[in-house]
């Protein structure tokens, strides 16, 4: 077991970044990449929105929230995400300047939980996501993989 009594809980972190295409899905209209039609049969080829998908909103979140532990783990160690609980609560656009903040909120034993969130310039919420890493020793968690 990996010892963190040392590590300060109030770690937090932020960053910038604008939407680009692979940050995004197309809603209201046909995807190629992964192939998918829309929910909607009667939706119509001029309907197409690109906006920030819920991989590259949790991805964001993720990053920012191990980003913040750079320096604060023991020697030989890494994170492993084990869970995520994610919602969208507005719209982002391609194109679209947000920011992401993460605080780390709860240690236990090895796992480390991080709230996060994406805003808008505006300070319109785009998301939250509550996420768990769990820190393990990186030699062993690599002679565990088939």
Avoid: C, K, Y
């Avoid at 990449?33 to 929910?39: I, L, T, Y």
């Amino acid at each position: 077991m990996v010892d963190l009594s040392g590590l300060d809980a109030s770690i937090t972190a932020s960053r910038t970044f604008t939407v680009e295409r692979a940050h995004t899905t197309n809603v209201f209209g046909e995807q190629a990449d992964p192939p998918a039609r829309p929910a909607a049969h009667d939706a119509g080829a001029d309907e197409p929105v690109r906006v920030l998908g819920s991989p590259a909103l949790l991805a964001w979140v993720e990053f920012t929230g191990r980003d913040s532990l750079h320096g604060h783990l023991p020697d030989g160690t890494g994170t492993v995400g084990v869970s995520a609980e994610l919602h969208h609560r507005g719209a982002a656009r391609l194109g679209t300047e947000l920011t992401v903040a993460t605080d780390l909120v709860d240690r236990d034993g090895s796992r480390l939980t991080f709230e996060g969130w994406v805003e808008r310039a505006d300070d319109a919420l785009v998301g939250e996501v509550t996420t768990t890493f769990r820190v393990v020793e990186r030699d062993r968690f690599r002679a565990s993989l088939p």
